[in-house]
C-alpha cells in the first residue's frame, strides 16, 4: 500500500466515523472536522514509480522473506526492472540479483485504474473501510467491516467494469482515529473530559434514572457542590464541542447533624447525576480504555464492560481512568473511612482509600474492579480526590445510589 | 510566567510566617492555566536541611477537580498562607509547589531564619 492509497484510509476514517455516529456503536469514536483528500504525488524514491512504466508491471513489494518482488506479465522483462531499480535497490544496500519475479495476471495501470473506479463506489457504501491497489497480490483489495455484505460491494464493483478477478473483498477492523480521554468522543462513555463553566473533570459511568439518559460525576464538579442549580456540561470543552451535552438534575444538599461532625456539613458520596441532551449519544455500560495500567497513556484503545456492581475491600485491586492519570491500579488502603475535604466544611463519611495514581481533573473518574483479565469490569465507585499524587478517595456505588436512588448502570 | 515564592527572611521564634507564592504572566499574551481545585491548591514545603519540618497539604484531602485560569498579560496571581511555626531558631528553607494536569509549578527554595 503506498502514499496515495494510505490517503484513501483517512477519507474511510471519516466514513466510519459518520456510520458509527448513526448506529450509536459501542465503540468511542472521536468527531473531527480534518480535511481529507487525495494527493496522487509520488515520493522520488518511491520504488513503483521508478518501475511503473516497464510494460506488463504489475507491482512491487518485498516478500516475506524480505526479498525485493516484482510481478510482471511478461515475466522475461526482468532485464527492464533490473535497470530500472537497480540504483534504487544499491541505495538500499541490495543487489539485483536478490529480485525476484512473480507471474502478473494484471498490469499496474489497470489496476490503478480499478482502484480509482471502485473508490467512489466502494467507500460510499456502510462498512467500508478502505479500496488499496495491492502491490503485493497484484489485486484491488477492498477492506471492509465485519458484517458488510461482501457480495454487494462486488457486485457495485462489478458494474463499474472492474474485473471480478481483479477485485478481492476481504473482511479488515475499523480504522480510527487515535482519541484521547480528553478528546471528542461520541458516543459519550466513562472515563471522558467533561467541561462545565470555568472547571475540568471526569465522566464517571452512564447511569439510566427514571427513564433518564444520565451521567455520574462529583457533587463538586457542579456549579455548586450539594443542590441542583442544572450545571451545564460539554465533552470535552465548551471551546471545542460547543454544544452542551448535558445538565445537572440531581445533587443532594450536604446536611449537618446525625453522624455529621459537628461544624461539618457531610454526604456519603461525592456523586451528581446530569441527563443528556436528545441529540447526544451516550453508550450505557462502557468505560473508555487506555494501553494499560500506571503507564500514563490517554490514548483510548476501546472499552471496559460494566457488568455488575460492587465493593472494594482492603487489600484488592482496584482500577482507575481519568482525564489526567489515565488509568491507573492499586490495592485499598482503608475502607469506610470518614474524610475532612481539605479548604472546606465538607466531610465525606464511609469512603475508600487507594494506593494508586491520581492528578488535578481526575474528579469523577470510575472506580472498579477487573473480571479477570477481559474487558468486564465491576463498578465500585468514583474517585473524588487524593492525598499527594499516589493515594486516591472514592465514594462506594452503594453510597452513591443511596443519595441519588437506584441506578442502572449496565 | 514567573512563579515565586516570598517569604520575610527572618521572623523571630513563635512568630507566624506570612508566604505568599506568586505567579506572574510576565509575556504579552494571556496564559491558560489548570489549577487544581476549586479553591487553587497549593503546597508549602519548609525544611530544616534535608529534614521536613512542615507541610501546607500532609494528610490533605483534596478534590481533583480542575480549574481553568485565565491570566492576563501582567496579571499576578498570589496565593497566601501563614505557618504558625513553633521551632526552634536556625536557618531554614521554604518551597512551594502548585498542582496542575501536568508538571507541577514549582518555587523556591528561599532560606527563612528564624531567631531566639
Given at each position: 500500500m503506498r502514499q496515495h492509497t494510505m490517503l484513501f484510509v483517512s477519507l474511510v476514517a471519516g466514513t466510519v466515523l459518520f456510520a458509527s455516529a448513526c448506529s450509536d456503536t459501542t465503540q468511542p469514536m472521536p468527531s473531527s472536522d480534518d480535511k481529507v483528500g487525495f494527493d496522487p504525488i509520488q515520493q522520488p524514491d518511491d520504488p513503483v514509480a521508478l518501475v511503473r512504466d516497464?510494460?506488463?508491471?504489475?507491482?512491487?513489494?518485498?516478500?516475506?522473506?524480505g526479498a525485493p518482488t516484482v510481478y510482471l506479465r511478461d515475466v522475461s522483462a526482468r532485464a527492464q526492472v533490473e535497470r530500472a531499480l537497480g540504483p534504487w535497490l544499491a541505495s538500499q544496500e541490495i543487489g539485483v540479483a536478490a529480485l525476484r519475479v512473480r507471474g502478473a495476471d494484471y498490469d499496474w495501470v489497470s489496476l490503478e485504474r480499478w482502484q480509482g473506479?471502485?473508490?467512489?463506489?466502494a467507500l460510499a457504501m456502510r462498512g467500508a473501510v478502505?479500496?488499496?491497489?495491492?502491490?503485493?497480490?497484484n489485486r484491488v483489495t477492498i477492506g471492509v467491516e465485519r458484517g458488510t455484505s461482501m457480495a454487494q460491494v462486488r457486485s457495485a464493483v462489478a458494474r463499474l467494469g472492474v474485473p471480478s478477478g481483479a477485485v478481492v473483498v476481504e473482511e479488515v477492523e475499523p480504522v480510527r482515529f487515535a482519541a484521547t480521554l480528553q478528546s471528542r468522543v461520541r458516543p459519550v462513555v466513562g472515563s471522558l473530559q467533561i467541561n462545565f463553566p470555568g472547571f475540568l473533570c471526569t465522566l464517571g459511568f452512564n447511569a439510566t434514572r427514571s427513564g433518564q439518559r444520565s451521567f455520574i460525576t462529583n457533587s463538586h464538579c457542579t456549579n455548586v457542590q450539594g443542590g441542583v442549580e442544572s450545571t451545564p456540561y460539554w465533552q470535552p470543552s465548551q471551546g471545542v464541542a460547543p454544544t452542551q451535552i448535558a445538565t445537572e438534575v440531581a445533587d443532594p444538599a450536604y446536611t449537618t447533624g446525625g453522624g455529621c461532625p459537628a461544624g461539618r456539613r457531610c454526604r456519603r458520596s461525592d456523586a451528581s447525576r446530569a441527563s443528556y441532551a436528545s441529540g447526544t449519544t451516550s453508550t450505557l455500560g462502557r468505560i473508555a480504555r487506555t494501553s494499560g495500567a500506571n503507564n500514563g497513556s490517554l490514548t483510548i484503545t476501546g472499552n471496559f464492560s460494566i457488568t455488575g456492581e460492587?465493593?472494594?475491600?482492603?487489600?484488592?485491586?482496584?482500577h482507575k481512568i481519568g482525564r489526567t492519570t489515565g488509568w491507573t491500579r492499586g490495592s485499598v488502603s482503608n475502607t469506610c473511612v470518614n474524610v475532612n475535604v481539605s479548604g472546606s466544611n465538607i466531610s465525606q463519611l464511609c469512603q475508600t482509600l487507594v494506593s494508586a495514581g491520581v492528578g488535578?481533573?481526575?474528579?469523577?473518574?470510575?472506580?472498579?474492579?477487573?473480571?479477570?483479565?477481559?474487558?468486564?469490569?465491576?463498578?465500585?465507585?468514583?474517585?473524588?480526590?487524593?492525598?499527594?499524587?499516589?493515594?486516591?478517595?472514592?465514594s462506594p456505588i452503594s453510597n452513591i445510589e443511596t443519595e441519588l436512588g437506584a441506578l442502572t448502570t449496565f | 510566567m514567573r512563579v515565586e515564592i516570598v517569604v520575610p527572611p527572618r521572623v523571630a521564634v513563635g512568630?507566624?510566617?506570612?508566604?505568599?507564592?506568586?505567579i506572574a504572566n510576565a509575556?504579552?499574551?494571556?496564559?491558560?492555566?489548570?489549577?487544581?481545585?476549586?479553591?487553587?491548591?497549593?503546597?508549602?514545603?519548609?525544611?530544616?536541611?534535608?529534614?521536613?519540618?512542615?507541610?501546607?497539604?500532609e494528610g490533605e484531602s483534596v478534590p481533583a477537580i480542575l480549574q481553568i485560569r485565565m491570566l492576563?498579560?501582567?496579571?499576578?496571581?498570589?496565593?497566601?498562607?501563614?505557618?504558625?511555626?513553633?521551632?526552634?531558631?536556625?536557618?531554614?528553607?521554604?518551597?512551594?509547589?502548585?498542582?496542575?494536569?501536568?508538571?507541577?509549578?514549582?518555587?523556591?527554595?528561599?532560606?527563612?531564619?528564624?531567631?531566639g
Amino acid at each position: 500500500m503506498r502514499q496515495h492509497t494510505m490517503l484513501f484510509v483517512s477519507l474511510v476514517a471519516g466514513t466510519v466515523l459518520f456510520a458509527s455516529a448513526c448506529s450509536d456503536t459501542t465503540q468511542p469514536m472521536p468527531s473531527s472536522d480534518d480535511k481529507v483528500g487525495f494527493d496522487p504525488i509520488q515520493q522520488p524514491d518511491d520504488p513503483v514509480a521508478l518501475v511503473r512504466d516497464v510494460h506488463g508491471f504489475g507491482g512491487f513489494f518485498f516478500d516475506r522473506d524480505g526479498a525485493p518482488t516484482v510481478y510482471l506479465r511478461d515475466v522475461s522483462a526482468r532485464a527492464q526492472v533490473e535497470r530500472a531499480l537497480g540504483p534504487w535497490l544499491a541505495s538500499q544496500e541490495i543487489g539485483v540479483a536478490a529480485l525476484r519475479v512473480r507471474g502478473a495476471d494484471y498490469d499496474w495501470v489497470s489496476l490503478e485504474r480499478w482502484q480509482g473506479r471502485a473508490t467512489g463506489e466502494a467507500l460510499a457504501m456502510r462498512g467500508a473501510v478502505w479500496v488499496d491497489a495491492d502491490e503485493a497480490r497484484n489485486r484491488v483489495t477492498i477492506g471492509v467491516e465485519r458484517g458488510t455484505s461482501m457480495a454487494q460491494v462486488r457486485s457495485a464493483v462489478a458494474r463499474l467494469g472492474v474485473p471480478s478477478g481483479a477485485v478481492v473483498v476481504e473482511e479488515v477492523e475499523p480504522v480510527r482515529f487515535a482519541a484521547t480521554l480528553q478528546s471528542r468522543v461520541r458516543p459519550v462513555v466513562g472515563s471522558l473530559q467533561i467541561n462545565f463553566p470555568g472547571f475540568l473533570c471526569t465522566l464517571g459511568f452512564n447511569a439510566t434514572r427514571s427513564g433518564q439518559r444520565s451521567f455520574i460525576t462529583n457533587s463538586h464538579c457542579t456549579n455548586v457542590q450539594g443542590g441542583v442549580e442544572s450545571t451545564p456540561y460539554w465533552q470535552p470543552s465548551q471551546g471545542v464541542a460547543p454544544t452542551q451535552i448535558a445538565t445537572e438534575v440531581a445533587d443532594p444538599a450536604y446536611t449537618t447533624g446525625g453522624g455529621c461532625p459537628a461544624g461539618r456539613r457531610c454526604r456519603r458520596s461525592d456523586a451528581s447525576r446530569a441527563s443528556y441532551a436528545s441529540g447526544t449519544t451516550s453508550t450505557l455500560g462502557r468505560i473508555a480504555r487506555t494501553s494499560g495500567a500506571n503507564n500514563g497513556s490517554l490514548t483510548i484503545t476501546g472499552n471496559f464492560s460494566i457488568t455488575g456492581e460492587g465493593s472494594a475491600s482492603a487489600g484488592q485491586t482496584v482500577h482507575k481512568i481519568g482525564r489526567t492519570t489515565g488509568w491507573t491500579r492499586g490495592s485499598v488502603s482503608n475502607t469506610c473511612v470518614n474524610v475532612n475535604v481539605s479548604g472546606s466544611n465538607i466531610s465525606q463519611l464511609c469512603q475508600t482509600l487507594v494506593s494508586a495514581g491520581v492528578g488535578a481533573g481526575d474528579s469523577g473518574s470510575p472506580v472498579f474492579r477487573r473480571v479477570g483479565t477481559g474487558s468486564n469490569v465491576t463498578l465500585v465507585g468514583i474517585l473524588w480526590g487524593g492525598s499527594g499524587s499516589s493515594l486516591y478517595v472514592f465514594s462506594p456505588i452503594s453510597n452513591i445510589e443511596t443519595e441519588l436512588g437506584a441506578l442502572t448502570t449496565f | 510566567m514567573r512563579v515565586e515564592i516570598v517569604v520575610p527572611p527572618r521572623v523571630a521564634v513563635g512568630a507566624p510566617v506570612p508566604i505568599t507564592l506568586r505567579i506572574a504572566n510576565a509575556g504579552e499574551r494571556p496564559i491558560e492555566l489548570h489549577l487544581q481545585g476549586r479553591t487553587i491548591v497549593f503546597d508549602l514545603t519548609v525544611r530544616r536541611g534535608a529534614a521536613v519540618v512542615w507541610r501546607r497539604l500532609e494528610g490533605e484531602s483534596v478534590p481533583a477537580i480542575l480549574q481553568i485560569r485565565m491570566l492576563a498579560p501582567g496579571e499576578v496571581l498570589e496565593l497566601k498562607e501563614t505557618w504558625d511555626q513553633q521551632v526552634g531558631p536556625g536557618d531554614y528553607s521554604v518551597s512551594g509547589e502548585i498542582p496542575t494536569d501536568g508538571a507541577p509549578l514549582r518555587a523556591g527554595p528561599v532560606p527563612l531564619t528564624i531567631s531566639g
